[in-house]
């Protein structure tokens, strides 16, 4: 029988989601050979692929997360003080991982990159922690359209030294210019003059995951399951529609985290996550679930780990070959085309990865910050 209780503790088809969610960026991340597909990379500058979803959903899935583990601490009449100082703690211990793994295994100071996927989700959670805690769903709201609209006018207005106001292009837009004054040389080396974790889109980052705080208020505040999926599902196409509509003046960008790819991206997570909430807890077809939880039940243990794999595999050679190489050459280049064997070995990277994952989750080795 359908509960009709606000969910509370872990979500099954959070956990799902994120763990879906972490697959795909396994697969994507892993892209090698000479041509990969299409939506296996990111778009160069204006528009989305497949691969642009992953970053901004792992934001949100945060946001709800947050919102089911927190407000009703809140509620309680727990100190708020003191889930400050935890969301502060664990903000910086995120940071610190992903200061890491950009180091790894090297740790070359010179141009050392200061940004990152990891550090991007720690200053956003904090921010919005600080947001969820001391405000009301009116609040919310309204810090969240408040962050874009900044955003927007500082993108159009503030006029760039040289160039002028108003510009998105890759060569001159405000991102570019801050990232260059405030980053200097530690910015992604594959950019070299801007960082598409950099300063001035974290204003919209963490719009992105208040979104999802406000989901899970939706979360919170229906009684039924077919009614929270409804509402999710409902406003998450009318994000859509709101992003594509804004795209005609600021296009949907990731690089930049535009408010069209804000907006956008959100509808997007918010209409995958109320099918799987249909499907999982509304409807309980929970068996095909199982891989994803393994993953999503121990996201960050995951993430940090492929990424000491990936540069493992690229490192580590044996007569003079990579292991990446060696695995690629040997086992999906002679047998697919350019584009397949690149998938091919994604996928591979994608199972060796689980099983790591799947050994943590025998043993009920979860990572908790």
């Not at 299409?38 to 945060?62: C, E, K, R």
């Not at 709800?64 to 009449?77: C, F, H, I, Q, W």
């Not at 993953?295 to 292991?323: P, Q, R």
Request: net charge positive.
């Amino acid at each position: 029988m359908a509960s009709t209780a606000p969910p509370s503790g872990r979500l099954l088809s959070l956990d799902v989601f994120r763990g879906l969610t972490l697959a795909g960026m396994m697969m994507v991340n892993n892209q090698t050979g000479p041509e990969s597909y299409h939506q296996l990379g990111h778009t160069s500058w204006h528009g989305w692929t497949y691969t642009d979803t992953i970053f901004p959903s792992f934001m949100w899935i945060v946001g709800v997360a947050m919102t089911l583990s927190t407000v009703k601490r809140v509620e309680r009449g727990e100190d708020k003080h003191k889930l400050l100082m935890h969301a502060l703690r664990r903000g910086i211990l995120i940071f610190l991982i992903g200061l890491f793994l950009n180091g790894f295994p090297y740790f070359t100071l010179a141009g050392y990159r200061i940004a990152g996927v990891l550090q991007r989700i720690a200053i956003c959670y904090f921010f919005a922690a600080v947001i969820l805690i001391y405000t009301k769903m009116r609040g919310q709201i309204l810090w969240t359209i408040g962050l874009l609209l900044v955003y927007w006018l500082l993108m159009f207005y503030y006029p760039i030294p040289g160039v002028g106001a108003g510009h998105l292009e890759k060569e001159a837009n405000l991102e570019r210019y801050v990232d260059q004054a405030v980053l200097g040389d530690h910015i992604y080396h594959n950019d070299k003059y801007w960082d598409p974790e950099g300063t001035v889109s974290t204003l919209p980052s963490i719009a992105t995951v208040l979104f999802g705080v406000l989901t899970g208020q939706i979360l919170r505040r229906s009684n039924q399951h077919s009614e929270r999926a409804a509402r999710i599902f409902l406003s998450g196409n009318g994000l859509i529609l709101i992003g594509l509509l804004l795209s005609a003046w600021m296009p949907i960008n990731k690089n930049l985290w535009t408010v069209s790819f804000a907006v956008f991206m959100a509808g997007i997570s918010s209409v995958l996550f109320a099918s799987i909430y249909w499907i999982v807890d509304a409807k309980g077809y929970t068996k095909w679930t199982w891989p994803f939880v393994v993953y999503g039940m121990n996201a960050i243990a995951a993430y940090t780990a492929s990424f000491i794999m990936e540069d493992l595999f690229a490192i580590v050679k044996f007569g003079g070959h990579s292991v990446r190489d060696l695995l690629y050459d040997n086992l999906f280049a002679p047998f697919m085309n350019a584009k397949n064997a690149s998938l091919g070995y994604s996928l591979l990277f994608d199972l060796i990865l689980f099983s790591f994952a799947y050994f943590l989750y025998k043993r009920k080795w979860f990572l908790k910050l």
